[in-house]
């Protein structure tokens, strides 16, 4: 028997990467986390396995003042805090146009938003063949589906397989909606490149003006404060597209902010018309009354105070830039280590994560119960396994390839 409704019938069940992270937990209990490498979750973690915080943030944080950061803030977030985030969002790359952000908890939230007002029901959206599982959790809510092309041909972008499916979609229904997450591509660490950018907005455009379709971009940008200098510079190229190609942008505090679990983020929409922004706004401030109200006030309230405090600021983003330094030496002993021992990785540019494939799923279930019996946990997404070097320091990440490749050929074998 199920009381049910339909809609929710059979949807659920065990989360694979909390899923891993549990058995890594338990099994710290029981030997000392220090015994173990715990690479899954993508939190930027300490040697102790504790949360890696800016200490600008925490002070920011501290010194506000508690009963107005406990108060509800606006539907559309904090106004001062809207323009900060535009600002932290684009930095020196704000593209032309008419810009505006809506708060939401976190960049699901922002995903929320984008989906639920920009597809209907039964639409399909695209990306890439290696991205967060979430996605498609999300979009089963809204009975929306999500359908993929593949990432990589080589060591770059498939910009032709993306705009293959752009075009097919294109032919099935009115609005094109793809999302792409970059830079620092979760799990594949991957930024597509300037040039890469220039073909899949040509291509997007074309269809924007068959006079047929509709164009909605979203690009997430979670990892973007760890995408290095010039990380944010692709941002320009959405400035004076047509109006029915409208550029949604998923940003959130949590990785770059280290506010994970206060839940803020934005969608910010760029567009040559005046009318689509006034629309977004309207239709996403409604699904945010609709859903969680409004968003944290506090962290809303850190963001507006380094916006209005120039040396907060300064030592923030300094901060911040010792923070991404310590996951770029991370990256560097594990990609230098894995070409020394001939483990095959994804293309990695920056991020938290570094994708190994296998040649089947069956393969990467067994790679990671070999490294499993050796207390190494990572994760199995797919044909490959997801390793979160944001979460382990650079004794753990010594000699973690050499493993992973050993493991990999052994699993290989046998499936």
Wanted: charged share 20%; net charge negative; glycine share 8%.
């Amino acid at each position: 028997m199920t009381l049910l409704a339909k809609s929710a019938q059979g949807k659920g069940g065990p989360d694979a990467i909390f899923a891993y992270s549990d058995m890594a937990n338990k099994r710290a209990a029981e030997v000392g986390r220090e015994n173990i490498t715990n690479a899954t979750l993508g939190t930027f973690l300490n040697a102790e396995g504790k949360v890696l915080t800016l200490k600008t943030v925490e002070e920011s944080m501290h010194g506000l003042d508690f009963a107005e950061s406990v108060n509800y803030a606006p539907l559309k977030g904090l106004p001062e805090y809207t323009k900060a985030v535009i600002d932290a969002a684009f930095g020196e790359y704000r593209p032309a146009g008419y810009i505006a952000a809506v708060a939401s908890p976190g960049g699901t939230g922002a995903l929320h938003n984008a989906f639920y007002n920009y597809l209907n029901p039964g639409d399909v959206a695209i990306t890439t063949n290696y991205c967060w599982g979430n996605y498609r959790t999300m979009l089963r809510e809204m009975d929306c589906t999500l359908e993929t092309f593949p990432t990589f041909e080589g060591e770059h972008f498939n910009v032709k397989a993306c705009l293959d499916k752009a075009e097919e979609i294109a032919s099935r229904q009115q609005t094109v909606f793809m999302v792409l997450n970059t830079p620092a591509h979760n799990p594949t660490g991957y930024s597509v490149s300037d040039s890469e950018w220039d073909e899949i907005i040509a291509g997007l455009t074309k269809i924007a003006e068959n006079g047929k379709n509709n164009v909605v971009l979203v690009v997430d940008v979670a990892y973007i404060d760890f995408a290095g200098k010039g990380g944010r510079g692709f941002l320009q190229k959405f400035s004076n597209l047509p109006a029915n190609f409208l550029t949604l942008v998923a940003f959130s505090l949590s990785k770059g902010y280290t506010l994970y679990g206060y839940r803020l983020g934005a969608l910010i929409a760029v567009s040559s018309s005046a009318e689509v922004i006034a629309e977004f706004e309207q239709a996403t401030a409604a699904s945010s009354r609709a859903t969680w109200s409004n968003c944290n006030r506090a962290a809303m309230m850190v963001m507006c105070d380094f916006a209005a405090h120039a040396d907060k600021k300064a030592a923030f983003k300094a901060e911040q830039a010792a923070l991404s330094q310590q996951l770029v030496k991370r990256a560097e002993i594990f990609n230098t280590e894995a070409k020394a021992c001939g483990l095959v990785t994804l293309p990695y540019k920056a991020g938290f994560f570094v994708m190994v494939p296998t040649k089947s799923i069956e393969a990467a279930k067994e790679a990671a119960a070999i490294l499993r019996e050796q207390d190494i946990f990572l994760v199995p997404l797919g044909q490959g396994l997801r390793v979160a070097l944001c979460a382990i320091v650079e004794e753990k990440v010594t000699g973690l390839a050499e493993k992973i490749n050993d493991a990999v050929k052994k699993a290989e074998n046998k499936h």
